[in-house]
């Protein structure tokens, strides 16, 4: 079962090979996009929305598009959702600590295939979100609209945990 569920790096595709290096080396980099609201003729900072991003060693920025559909829901795109989802986490409490946004600012993150379907989705992010100080409110979750078969009871946890959900795209 290890063997299927955890292919070695000879049997995985190229671009897991690749995403397991960036993850390894620090080469994964999370890019927030800002969400505003206009606010008479100015713009408010309202949240972010995460965006990963891999780096190769010479410096190529690989867009998710490019990634992300050899991934399916393996161990190296539950690492990958895990590691953009804490930095997420700790920049938003950064910007906050800061003063750089509103204690209202919100926090948008992709939750892909592996990780919506993981039990234990909202024990961790329960964690995260504590261990950094943010309040639940402030991570809005995003399930793209391609999952299918969603456990009612990963959602419910979620909501119980409470943070917001959301359809992706």
Avoid: Y
Wanted: hydrophobic letters at 45%.
């Amino acid at each position: 079962t290890m063997k299927r569920e955890q292919p070695s790096s000879r049997d995985a595709s190229p671009t897991v090979r690749l995403v397991d290096d960036a993850l390894d080396n620090g080469n994964v980099e999370v890019m927030f996009q800002p969400v505003v609201r206009h606010e008479g003729a100015r713009l408010v900072a309202v949240g972010a929305e995460a965006l990963v991003r891999l780096r190769t060693a010479d410096g190529v920025v690989i867009s998710p598009g490019d990634f992300l559909p050899a991934l399916g829901s393996g161990p190296t795109a539950r690492a990958l959702d895990a590691s953009a989802r804490r930095h997420s986490i700790e920049q938003v409490a950064a910007w906050r600590s800061s003063g750089s946004v509103p204690s209202t600012c919100r926090m948008a993150v992709n939750a892909g295939v592996a990780s919506i379907l993981d039990p234990t989705l909202a024990d961790t992010l329960a964690t995260e979100l504590d261990r950094c100080g943010v309040d639940p409110s402030s991570l809005l979750v995003e399930i793209p609209e391609t999952v299918e078969n969603v456990d009612a009871c990963v959602i419910e946890s979620l909501r119980g945990a409470g943070v917001l959900l959301a359809i992706d795209d």
